[in-house]
């Protein structure tokens, strides 16, 4: 049995602990603007928190504060609609600042709202969150009792405005403070238009138009700019080929789609790829990794990058033109005529074939390594044809990263969720896991992860069993820091910090209340279809035991890279 405390007002009404306060007035202000709330109570919180759960706001709690901006993070990537996440003060903002870093690099756009030293001044068991925040080049704003829900707003569309994570903080003695004569704010500036120069117009429609054999790369830009129907029409019209960063995968739905470009692309795809002689990115990074190390496309290939923001990680390979993006292509649609002569499609017919698109792991289909254990291309390439294709495929980082994007197809971009590789780290997977769950509890959540980052982020995966109606975990599972060994372990280095005790995660999962099987062939597969067809709900484990030996394209190629 609970009892409620309540205050008896002069008018002879009672309020409640979580009314009529700066905490009660933001909560209010979260409630109108996000989605869902993602946090883990404490003292520096608790009143924000009561107000929205009492009135059935939508709220999971995390076990680490470290998943609360990790599910934050995987809601926006499945859905593109903003959410919110908290923690209490000091340790709990601390224990966030890994997955508020990655939101940062990754450019996801939530608002995080946070406890904080008191207003009068810090306690010794206080840090300066606003410093540190910064040193990850993420913004702090501040309530108080005349600005909280104007400041809460802003939040939320700087947020938006800057396509990046936001972090509110309520000072300690302010939370149950009493709101003031309000303060208004300045008015947030206009983010600038970039309009497109008619003349980079005319030049690019030109060598499109010229070229024998173009490709547009579109990214999460292009998505964000809603210009997949106008790149689409202008690809037909070309007679084009298309790929796709991660983040913007199977935007096109094309049969003339090579797929992800990048470390992740399929060989015999990248042969494809490699034939152009005009590229016209949109809307994506030429970084590193993007660029496959440099070796996605030749030298001699005419790229040129669209996008109104710059990024210095970008390689000098292409040819930078700042410009709105929707903008750009609508001025390319009507300079651009339809191809008169036989185009790249009419001489590369393959690309459309069932065959040329399938799962089959032409690079290696052997069912074991070298070691005996499972090639764990063989694995995801027979899940493909296993799990539901209505899916969300999320991943944690690690060197297992280089197997579900090459093989695992997903219905479209909001369904590849990657959270971890911005910021290089691993462990966030059960967290935006779960996020990706509350988000489209339509699709079945497939969390792939590895063996480190599953140990790394295992105190939310209970969360993300509570929060998936249906999903399925794949661990695979190389007994190891397979990066690291792949890496350093190639090169003399001792590998015993790179070694990990196996570690069953199905029988973890049974534990805790799923089903799961250990795999060590091909056939236990099986043990997942026959569960598939039976359950509608719940949550499936299979722990599969890869091989140390096979190392996928991505890491291949860094590793020469690197040299």
Same mark, same amino acid.
């Given at each position: 049995?609970?009892?409620?405390?309540?205050?008896?007002?002069?008018?002879?009404?009672?309020?409640?602990?979580?009314?009529?306060?700066?905490?009660?007035?933001?909560?209010?202000?979260?409630?109108?603007?996000?989605?869902?709330?993602?946090?883990?109570?404490?003292?520096?919180?608790?009143?924000? &928190?009561?107000? +929205?759960?009492?009135?059935?706001?939508?709220?999971?709690?995390?076990?680490?504060?470290?998943?609360?901006?990790?599910?934050?993070?995987?809601?926006?990537?499945?859905?593109?609609?903003?959410?919110?996440? /908290?923690?209490?003060?000091?340790?709990?903002?601390?224990?966030?600042?890994?997955? =508020?870093?990655?939101?940062?690099?990754?450019?996801?756009? +939530?608002?995080?709202?946070?406890?904080?030293?008191?207003?009068?001044?810090?306690?010794?068991?206080?840090?300066?969150?606003?410093?540190?925040?910064?040193?990850?080049?993420?913004?702090?704003?501040?309530?108080?009792?005349?600005?909280?829900?104007? &400041?809460?707003?802003?939040?939320?569309?700087?947020?938006?405005?800057?396509?990046?994570?936001?972090? =509110?903080?309520?000072?300690?003695?302010?939370?149950?403070?009493?709101?003031?004569?309000?303060?208004?704010?300045?008015?947030?500036?206009?983010?600038?238009?970039?309009?497109?120069?008619?003349?980079?117009?005319?030049?690019?429609?030109?060598?499109?138009?010229?070229?024998?054999?173009?490709? &547009?790369?579109?990214?999460?830009?292009?998505?964000?700019?809603?210009?997949?129907?106008?790149?689409?029409?202008?690809?037909?019209? +070309?007679?084009?080929?298309?790929?796709?960063?991660?983040?913007?995968?199977? !935007?096109?739905?094309?049969?003339?789609?090579?797929? &992800?470009?990048?470390?992740?692309?399929?060989?015999?795809?990248?042969?494809?790829?490699?034939?152009?002689?005009?590229?016209? *990115?949109?809307?994506?990074?030429?970084?590193?990794?993007?660029?496959?190390?440099?070796?996605?496309?030749?030298?001699?290939?005419?790229?040129?990058?669209?996008?109104?923001?710059?990024?210095?990680?970008?390689?000098?390979?292409?040819? $930078?033109?700042?410009?709105?993006?929707?903008?750009?292509?609508?001025?390319?649609?009507?300079?651009?005529?339809?191809?008169?002569?036989?185009?790249?499609?009419?001489?590369?017919?393959?690309?459309?074939?069932?065959?040329?698109?399938?799962?089959?792991?032409?690079?290696?289909?052997?069912?074991?390594?070298?070691?005996?254990?499972?090639?764990?291309? !063989? *694995?995801?390439?027979?899940?493909?044809?296993? =799990?539901?294709?209505?899916?969300?495929?999320?991943?944690?980082?690690?060197?297992?990263?280089?197997?579900?994007?090459? $093989?695992?197809?997903?219905?479209?971009?909001?369904?590849?969720?990657?959270?971890? /590789?911005?910021?290089?780290?691993?462990?966030?997977?059960?967290?935006?896991?779960?996020?990706?769950?509350?988000?489209?509890?339509?699709?079945?959540?497939?969390?792939?992860?590895?063996?480190?980052?599953?140990?790394?982020?295992?105190?939310?995966?209970?969360?993300?069993?509570?929060? /998936?109606?249906?999903?399925?975990?794949?661990?695979?599972?190389?007994?190891? $820091?397979?990066?690291?060994?792949?890496?350093?372990?190639?090169?003399?280095?001792?590998?015993?910090?790179?070694?990990?005790?196996?570690?069953?995660?199905?029988?973890?999962?049974?534990?805790?209340?799923?089903?799961?099987?250990? *795999?060590?062939?091909?056939?236990?597969?099986?043990?997942?279809?026959?569960?598939?067809?039976?359950?509608?709900?719940?949550?499936?484990?299979?722990?599969?035991?890869?091989?140390?030996?096979?190392?996928?394209?991505?890491?291949?190629?860094?590793?020469?890279?690197?040299?």
């Amino acid at each position: 049995m609970t009892s409620t405390s309540t205050e008896i007002l002069s008018t002879g009404t009672t309020r409640l602990p979580d009314e009529g306060h700066v905490a009660a007035i933001i909560a209010d202000v979260v409630a109108e603007r996000a989605g869902h709330l993602f946090g883990l109570m404490g003292n520096g919180n608790v009143h924000l &928190i009561s107000r +929205l759960t009492r009135r059935s706001f939508p709220f999971t709690s995390a076990r680490h504060e470290s998943a609360t901006v990790a599910m934050a993070d995987g809601y926006y990537r499945a859905t593109g609609n903003i959410a919110a996440a /908290t923690t209490t003060y000091g340790a709990g903002f601390a224990n966030a600042y890994t997955t =508020l870093a990655e939101a940062r690099i990754a450019r996801i756009p +939530l608002v995080l709202v946070v406890g904080d030293a008191p207003s009068t001044g810090p306690r010794p068991f206080d840090i300066d969150q606003a410093k540190a925040a910064e040193a990850a080049g993420v913004v702090t704003l501040v309530a108080g009792s005349g600005n909280a829900d104007a &400041i809460t707003h802003r939040a939320f569309d700087l947020a938006l405005q800057t396509v990046q994570p936001v972090v =509110l903080a309520i000072p300690y003695d302010l939370a149950t403070a009493p709101p003031s004569v309000p303060q208004p704010l300045e008015p947030l500036l206009a983010k600038p238009a970039w309009p497109a120069d008619p003349a980079d117009l005319d030049r690019v429609a030109e060598l499109l138009a010229v070229g024998k054999r173009p490709l &547009i790369l579109g990214g999460r830009g292009m998505l964000m700019a809603d210009a997949v129907a106008p790149l689409l029409q202008l690809g037909d019209r +070309l007679g084009a080929l298309f790929m796709t960063s991660l983040m913007a995968a199977n !935007a096109f739905n094309s049969p003339w789609d090579l797929g &992800i470009a990048g470390g992740f692309t399929r060989l015999h795809r990248l042969d494809i790829g490699r034939q152009a002689d005009v590229v016209l *990115v949109v809307g994506a990074s030429q970084n590193l990794f993007q660029t496959r190390y440099g070796t996605l496309f030749p030298a001699d290939t005419k790229i040129i990058r669209i996008d109104n923001e710059p990024d210095t990680g970008n390689l000098p390979s292409a040819e $930078y033109i700042r410009a709105d993006i929707r903008p750009f292509v609508d001025g390319l649609l009507e300079r651009v005529p339809a191809a008169t002569t036989t185009t790249w499609r009419d001489n590369a017919p393959e690309v459309a074939s069932p065959e040329f698109r399938s799962s089959l792991p032409t690079e290696n289909p052997e069912e074991f390594g070298p070691d005996g254990r499972l090639n764990p291309r !063989a *694995v995801v390439a027979a899940l493909d044809g296993i =799990l539901p294709a209505e899916r969300s495929v999320v991943m944690d980082g690690g060197h297992f990263i280089g197997w579900a994007p090459m $093989y695992l197809s997903v219905p479209d971009p909001h369904a590849m969720v990657f959270v971890g /590789t911005a910021f290089q780290s691993i462990g966030m997977g059960f967290g935006s896991g779960a996020g990706v769950s509350v988000a489209r509890p339509d699709r079945t959540t497939v969390l792939v992860s590895g063996d480190g980052g599953g140990l790394m982020g295992l105190a939310d995966f209970e969360t993300f069993i509570r929060a /998936t109606r249906r999903g399925v975990v794949i661990v695979l599972n190389d007994s190891a $820091y397979g990066a690291e060994l792949h890496q350093y372990a190639a090169k003399g280095l001792h590998d015993q910090a790179m070694l990990i005790d196996e570690v069953d995660f199905a029988a973890v999962g049974r534990a805790l209340g799923t089903s799961g099987v250990k *795999v060590r062939t091909l056939a236990d597969l099986q043990k997942l279809q026959e569960w598939l067809n039976t359950n509608d709900e719940g949550v499936f484990v299979l722990d599969v035991a890869i091989s140390q030996k096979v190392v996928a394209e991505f890491m291949a190629e860094s590793v020469a890279a690197k040299g």
